[in-house]
């Protein structure tokens, strides 16, 4: 088992800044992939970040290339979120996952999900 606990949402103004946590508990050393998705209530949940595990190779999607990070520190089993130039679109809860066997942007490559934070960008 993986558990998986995320923090630093909260509420920002556009164009703010925010750096999401995620600490991973657990069989650690199993995780392939790990990867931020953002869902609203009532849609689909949308890949945003994911990175190898193992590697350190990174997939984006197009709404955040070039303004989101996503890192790890495998001494701290943690993986970060770090969102620059905050728009009133990224106004989502934020879920981290962790998969074993695939990795990219598709929610069902994931087996493991945490309970999320929501992060508020106000215009």
């Known amino acids: 088992q993986v558990q998986l606990v995320e923090s630093g949402g909260g509420s920002v103004q556009a164009g703010g800044s925010l750096r999401l946590s995620c600490a991973v508990s657990?069989?650690?050393?199993?995780?392939?992939?790990m990867a931020w998705f953002r869902q609203a209530l009532g849609k689909e949940r949308e890949g945003v970040a994911a990175?190898?595990?193992?590697?350190?190779?990174?997939h984006y999607a197009d709404s955040v290339k070039g303004r989101f990070t996503i890192s790890q520190d495998n001494a701290k089993n943690t993986v970060y979120l770090e969102m620059n130039r905050l728009k009133p679109e990224d106004n989502y809860m934020y879920y981290c996952?962790?998969?074993?066997?695939?990795?990219?942007?598709?929610?069902?490559?994931?087996?493991?999900w945490g309970q999320g934070t929501q992060v508020t960008v106000s215009s």
């Open positions: 996952a962790a998969a074993l066997f695939a990795c990219g942007l598709s929610a069902s490559a994931y087996d493991y």
């Open positions: 657990g069989f650690t050393y199993a995780t392939y992939c």
């Open positions: 990175i190898y595990t193992h590697g350190g190779r990174t």
